[in-house]
C-alpha cells in the first residue's frame, strides 16, 4: 500500500455544499446599529471572579473593531484595564458612573443595572 504524501485531512470530505469554501456561510451576521439605538447596561459584578470587581457593558449590537476600539478608549480614561468577552466589555475595578458619563458623550443609551 503506498503512502499519499501532500494531502491533509482537509481533501478528505464527505459532503460540501457552496463550492469549496463555505466559511462565510456559516459566519453570523452582526447587525452593526448605531449607538443612540443601542440600549447599553452598565454594572459592577464580582460574580465569578474571585471576588475581583469589574464593571460590565453589555447590549452592545456592533462589529468586533468597533467593541475593541470602544474598550481601547474605556481603559484609557478610566486607568485600568479590561478586555472583550462575549459581545461584553469588562473593566477593571468599580467604574460605573464614570463609564456611564464616558458613554453618554459617545451617543450611547446607557443605564446602570444592579446594585
Given at each position: ?28 451576521a452582526i447587525q ?84
Amino acid at each position: 500500500m503506498a503512502s499519499e504524501k501532500g494531502k491533509s485531512s482537509s481533501d478528505h470530505f464527505v459532503y460540501r455544499e457552496f463550492g469549496q469554501d463555505n466559511s462565510a456561510a456559516l459566519e453570523r451576521a452582526i447587525q452593526e446599529l448605531p449607538p443612540q439605538k443601542q440600549n447599553l447596561r452598565v454594572q459592577a459584578t464580582r460574580a465569578g471572579r474571585k471576588g475581583k470587581t469589574v464593571t460590565v457593558i453589555n447590549g452592545f449590537q456592533t462589529k468586533s473593531e468597533t467593541l475593541q476600539a470602544l474598550l481601547k478608549q474605556l481603559k484609557t480614561q478610566c486607568g485600568t484595564g479590561g478586555t472583550v468577552k462575549d459581545n461584553e466589555i469588562e473593566i477593571q475595578g468599580d467604574h460605573k458612573q464614570k463609564i456611564l458619563e464616558i458613554l453618554t458623550k459617545l451617543g450611547y443609551k446607557a443605564k446602570i443595572s444592579g446594585g
